[in-house]
């Protein structure tokens, strides 16, 4: 509701004809927005697959439509990656070994999570350099790197010395459960860390081809965005402008993750970004509301596969075999 409402403020000087006008200029160039969007998604499946270890194999198109289910239930429920990840271990289950799986999705997270937080550095980074920025956003993208240098340095030293945080966490605050479970899940767990953290020493011929995955995800997220503005506004717009705003797109899906769909976050977000550059009123929620619709043919998809493999969030969160699947 926050977010609609912010949307709604950034666009009080907008005529909504003048907002419909600059949407249906995307109309032929949709189709191809939306195989972008595919093949992000197909990215992230390969890279999935790819981190399972033999003799457990994950076929592409297994992978593929979990990926899609997965991101469908994460984005149209409140509980965002609670439900996402374990929702894409249950399309699978059956197909292959469910631990299997679960510790190949934990891999292909670590790589995602810092490709994504590459993206909003190097985003960020752009944007202090390139643009004229007001002192407050500045400041603000200032301390957000910083924060990135230091969550890159923690997860440096982590990678080095390979402590057992989650299982040290949990021997000092699990209380629930009978002993002979939680020592069953302390093992599990256990196991999931050393699994995770030797992965680049059993798996050093995936490691080059697994980054290029995660790399090339964000890359097509910038075409995408390139090739939006350049309907929406009839010129080729700028590069740099289009890689800031990706960038700027995967810091609103970490801090927002929980909003459903995003709503009105991501417009709002855009456009009052897009407006601190100089660009047309309206131009950032046109590109935002196009991504959206993007967003809902996918997700359309995604509802038939989980209505057909009959997940929900309420099933996904009281499935006990997923249980681990909710560690990661």
Known sequence: MLGIAALVWQLRDVEPRQLWAQIYRVRWGFPLIVALGGLRFALRAVAWSWCVEPPARLKFTDAFAAVLAGDTIGNLTPFGPLVSEPAKAAFVRGRMDLAAGITALAVENLFYTLSAAAMIAAGTIALLFSFELPVDLAHASEVALVIIFVMFGIVAWVLWRRPALISRTLVAFAR?????????????????????????????????????????????????????????????????????????????????????????????????????????????????????????????????????????????????????????
């Open 176 to 328: 629930t459960g009978t002993p002979i479970a939680r020592a069953t899940r302390l093992e599990r767990i256990q196991r999931l860390e050393h699994e995770v953290y030797s992965f680049g020493s059993r798996r050093r011929d995936v490691l080059a081809p697994l980054v290029a995955a995660e790399i090339a995800f964000h890359a097509l997220g910038v075409v995408e965005i390139y090739v939006t503005l350049a309907l929406l506004v009839g010129a080729a717009p700028s590069l740099l402008l289009a890689f800031v705003l990706e960038g700027a797109n995967r810091l609103v899906n970490v801090i927002f993750k929980f909003v459903p769909m995003k709503a009105g976050v991501d417009e709002a977000g855009t456009e009052a970004l897009t407006g601190i550059l100089g660009y047309a009123t309206g131009l950032g929620a046109a590109l935002a509301l196009v991504r959206r619709a993007r967003m809902i043919v996918w997700s359309i998809a995604g509802s038939v596969l989980l209505v057909r493999h009959g997940l929900s969030a309420r099933r996904i969160l009281q499935d006990s075999q997923l249980a681990r699947a909710r560690d990661l």
